[in-house]
């Protein structure tokens, strides 16, 4: 997606640690791993960890923020130019994927993620262009484009 005019931008976000049962961190299993960011002007996201890492499963973890984030700006992305090229999207829908490898030494890093997006357009004439401006959306995705690890694309695209 074309940046607004005017050169950087700079996203801010306080967090704030709430897992402190009363003796920090002594223990890694004395700790909750519960935390809120605030964004400001938008409702704060209660996060934790990922289950695996004895985080609560109710709450967001940065895992599954990557990958909506990834889902999201791909979307965006992506609207923005079936808007400038004539193509009147219906629904868009995706069942994004990544994956996480445990390195030997207990940390880790996401290996991949894969886009499922499913678009529905007006044109029927026009899905051959709706399926290409999935890879210039692609290339375009801010998100994407900072990652270091594959993030692939599975489009499908019907009309009517």
């Not at 700790?31 to 990922?50: F, M, T």
């Not at 401006?133 to 994407?144: G, P, Q, T």
Request: charged share 20%; aromatic share 6%; glycine share 10%.
């Amino acid at each position: 997606m074309a940046a607004p005019s005017g050169g950087e931008h700079v996203y801010r976000c306080s967090l704030a640690w709430e897992g402190n049962r009363g003796g920090g961190t002594a223990t890694y299993q004395g700790y909750d791993r519960l935390h809120r960011v605030r964004l400001q002007g938008k409702p704060d996201l209660l996060g934790s960890a990922d289950p695996a890492f004895r985080g609560d499963p109710a709450r967001h973890n940065p895992e599954d923020l990557l990958v909506a984030a990834l889902s999201a700006c791909h979307m965006l992305s992506y609207l923005a130019l079936c808007a400038r090229n004539g193509v009147t999207v219906m629904t868009y829908t995706d069942e994004a994927q990544g994956v996480m490898a445990l390195t030997p030494d207990g940390g880790g890093k996401f290996t991949s993620a894969t886009l499922h997006p499913r678009v529905a357009i007006r044109e029927e004439d026009k899905v051959d262009l709706a399926l290409a401006l999935h890879a210039r959306a692609h290339a375009e995705c801010f998100i994407a484009n900072s990652c270091n690890f594959p993030v692939r694309n599975l489009p499908t695209v019907t009309a009517g």
